[in-house]
């Protein structure tokens, strides 16, 4: 199944991307229509680098879809069971996105630049014209569009050593998930401390995709002292954070309580959504299914291609979602999607790994050291 | 640039990708989340391969939204300045979608399945997200939905021959644009003269997706004396049948009349319109970029990441969305999205190819030969 990639206009470029070949980049994915690096070095090499010192990322595939107007604010809270009102300017949110039946549309980062102006940083679906096909349905004065703004990733320990050379403002004074605005490499960036890993550090969303060479270059030469790489987001440091990815973990035909994502439902919350009716009904009744955390025996899991079945007492109870071998913890681990009555921590399944026949024993556990 | 592709459930698996990776596919791309093969011997002996005898391509990442209820029909009207009304049930009909702004958001195949049931078959864009965003906010009665259903298809001179062998029907008695349902290897499927290639053939709709293989298998096995190969869509046949891709020829940015598709206008069609207002502008003043095709001097052209600038007398006029050096002229040719004033044929142009630093000459051509 090893293949190359095949890039064409239709997979925009990114404003980082010459450095991400460069730099050596084996592996892509795909991801809202623009290039992801999945490997560097070795998933399991990028990952001790990721915990022991800072990488650059190119993360502009998380494509920022941009909500401004005076039903903004209207137009967001319609699409998510948390409470934004809340959110203050300089602050953001993960917010879960939910349809009318309470499905996953998607599990952006939400950016409150203004009182009347958000940026919803998006896992990998249409978003856009999601929210752009609510807006003109309802008939809301609000514009919904994708600025060519995306974020590259200061992700590792030494995060904040790096970026501190580079800012005049003291770095430990941006809380997390609260972002700045300011000027780096001559052009206007958004700095935010959040970032998709573990390991702490921030997304500097570049506003003139035309100086994102100049911005990498800053950000990398005040990283060597520090050791830094270039890198992505890497499979076994995700799921060992025990961080979500959308379209694995979840999808569209998931509700919010199947996916371990209770806390970001704020039910009766006061402004009108979406999602209301289908929520408060599982709410009510409790979801039959939940996504837990696995370990599991046996050597190295291969790459998971699509689920992998789960059985209890040979009965199928749920099934793989994402899979890794973890070196830390020298087991498999991965995320679950299982029925409720075998969800809970400490329960024994058997997984059908890809392509095997014989099943492998598996428990749930709570969570992973961090 | 050459890099790996890897692949996880969120970019999801197709019935037919096993036989893809027998058949070896060497090169990847990414459509709608679901994998699309580029290659499998050379772009140039598929080419030739694709024109001379019969192909089987996986082209489930045409990913169908179907749209059912009392209210389709009205939610598909909304969507494009084609008439759809008097496209019958059993027909189907290329109709862009276009936004509030006139904007293409996709520019899909619609097949008529039922009065009140649609597939739309689309390129690569979150059209089930759009319309039910349009559909929710409109309150609308209608469901907007992916059925797991998407093609293969048979393309190639000798398509007719392959499909004859399976089918109790003469297909000779499928017209262009109509389509027919029956079962094949034990389950059902649409199957419509249709297929993204100038070569002929059929796209096959499977219903069930645990059925692909069996269908791949049955519909390969028939295409044996014929010399029948895994393929997939053809840059050089593409490009030299005319055929748009979404995202590299167009985009959300252009409106319909920038990209050559005016006869897929209904200026002042019945029903009601989304794009109404904004293409009465445009067509009342003129586009003032048409989208053309161009032939250009020099080496075989590299592969296009992103758009080349055109230029006349050392003014900026336009750039190239595709190209592709063609075996059968032994020239590059591509298509130019280039302002009005320098559209019209026999135009010379200068291009600047990728990476390059001295412009190729460039002459605006009517169509190739098919």
């Given amino acids: 199944m090893s293949a190359q990639i095949f890039f064409s206009r239709r997979i925009r470029k990114t404003p980082f991307e010459d450095r991400v070949h460069e730099n050596g980049a084996k592996g892509f994915t795909v991801y809202n229509q623009l290039p992801l690096a999945a490997l560097y070095h070795s998933l399991e090499e990028d990952y001790w680098h990721l915990r022991e010192h800072v990488q650059l990322w190119d993360v502009h595939c998380e494509q920022q879809v941009e909500?401004?107007?005076?039903?903004?604010?209207?137009?967001?809270?319609?699409?998510?069971?948390?409470?934004?009102?809340?959110?203050?300017?300089?602050?953001?949110?993960?917010?879960?996105?939910?349809?009318?039946?309470?499905?996953?549309?998607?599990?952006?980062?939400?950016?409150?630049?203004?009182?009347?102006?958000?940026?919803?940083?998006?896992?990998?679906?249409?978003?856009?014209?999601?929210?752009?096909?609510?807006?003109?349905?309802?008939?809301?004065?609000?514009?919904?569009?994708?600025?060519?703004?995306?974020?590259?990733?200061?992700?590792?320990?030494?995060?904040?050593?790096?970026?501190?050379q580079v800012v005049d403002i003291d770095v430990s004074s941006i809380k997390f998930f609260r972002f700045v605005e300011l000027e780096l490499a001559g052009t206007p960036v958004v700095i935010g401390r959040s970032g998709w890993s573990g390991q702490g550090g921030f997304e500097i969303y570049l506003q003139d995709p035309a100086r994102g060479l100049d911005l990498w270059d800053l950000l990398f030469e005040a990283g060597r002292p520090h050791e830094i790489r270039a890198g992505c987001p890497n499979l076994i440091e995700r799921i060992e954070s025990g961080l979500l990815?959308?379209?694995?973990?979840?999808?569209?035909?998931?509700?919010?309580?199947?996916?371990?994502?209770?806390?970001?439902?704020?039910?009766?919350?006061?402004?009108?959504?979406?999602?209301?009716?289908?929520?408060?009904?599982?709410?009510?009744?409790?979801?039959?299914?939940?996504?837990?955390?696995?370990?599991?025996?046996?050597?190295?899991?291969?790459?998971?291609?699509?689920?992998?079945?789960?059985?209890?007492?040979?009965?199928?109870?749920?099934?793989?979602?994402?899979?890794?071998?973890?070196?830390?913890?020298?087991?498999?681990?991965?995320?679950?999607?299982?029925?409720?009555?075998?969800?809970?921590?400490?329960?024994?399944?058997?997984?059908?790994?890809?392509?095997?026949?014989?099943?492998?024993?598996?428990?749930v556990v709570e969570q992973w050291p961090s």
Same sequence: chains 1, 2.
């Fill in 67 to 164: 909500v401004r107007g005076p039903d903004a604010l209207r137009l967001v809270e319609l699409c998510t069971p948390r409470e934004i009102a809340g959110c203050a300017v300089g602050q953001c949110i993960y917010a879960p996105l939910c349809d009318e039946h309470g499905g996953i549309v998607n599990d952006p980062l939400i950016l409150r630049l203004a009182e009347d102006r958000f940026w919803i940083s998006i896992a990998d679906s249409g978003v856009m014209l999601w929210m752009k096909g609510l807006a003109v349905g309802l008939g809301l004065d609000v514009e919904v569009f994708e600025p060519f703004v995306g974020p590259c990733a200061l992700q590792g320990p030494k995060a904040d050593m790096v970026l501190q």
């Fill in 245 to 363: 990815s959308y379209g694995n973990d979840m999808t569209l035909e998931n509700n919010i309580f199947e996916c371990g994502l209770d806390r970001f439902v704020k039910l009766g919350k006061r402004a009108e959504y979406l999602s209301r009716t289908a929520l408060d009904d599982v709410a009510a009744k409790g979801a039959d299914i939940d996504l837990v955390r696995v370990e599991f025996d046996g050597d190295k899991a291969p790459g998971l291609r699509s689920t992998w079945t789960i059985r209890s007492a040979d009965q199928p109870v749920g099934f793989i979602t994402s899979a890794t071998w973890s070196p830390r913890f020298e087991t498999n681990i991965g995320l679950a999607s299982v029925s409720i009555e075998h969800a809970a921590i400490g329960q024994t399944l058997n997984i059908l790994v890809g392509g095997e026949t014989s099943p492998r024993s598996a428990i």
